[in-house]
């Protein structure tokens, strides 16, 4: 399976690396702790949003995501995405113009790499809308007396 994301610890460091490849640099994302960065290089970032630059950058091998503020201590998680542009095409074909090999290639990467992100799509539990989950789906064996004599079931909705 191709790698579309890396997740990392918070360990207070400005600079982390990521080695998937993309399109395009807008199309790497950030979120911390589920808040999601702002590219501070891509024209038209909101002001006042936690933001980062991207260095080193190659569509082949990655870069580093440079914060103007780290995300500090262990705790914080962090999500380096790619989320492949697909509003429109990357190339478009004209009746009676030659059709290219780079223009069908650069088409099929964008659609493999928005098939790739689709399979590697992970749930988080902040995906997860209070009070989606009903007994009907919960597996009967699963909450056992130890777990719930333990505090480890959170009835917050």
């Keep these: 399976m191709a790698t579309t994301y890396a997740d990392l610890d918070g360990n207070g460091q400005a600079s982390r690396s990521f080695s998937f490849p993309s399109i395009k640099e807008a199309d790497i994302k950030v979120e911390v702790d589920n808040v999601t960065y702002e590219n ?51 190339a478009t074909f004209t009746a009676g113009s030659a059709v290219k090999a780079a223009d069908l290639n650069n088409n099929m990467t964008q659609i493999l790499y928005a098939a790739q992100e689709e399979q590697n799509q992970t749930i988080l539990t902040s995906d997860i809308k209070n009070a989606a989950v009903t007994t009907a789906k919960i597996a009967a064996d699963n909450i056992t007396a130890a777990l719930i004599a333990d505090d480890q079931i959170n009835s917050e909705h």
């Excluded at 950058?57 to 697909?86: C, E, H, L, M, Q």
């Design 40 to 90: 501070r290089g891509i024209t038209g970032a909101s002001s006042g949003a936690t933001t980062f630059t991207i260095t080193s950058y190659t569509t082949t091998g990655g870069g580093n995501i440079v914060f103007d503020t780290a995300p500090a201590g262990s705790a914080n998680k962090i999500r380096i995405y790619r989320d492949t542009d697909v509003d429109s095409a990357k």
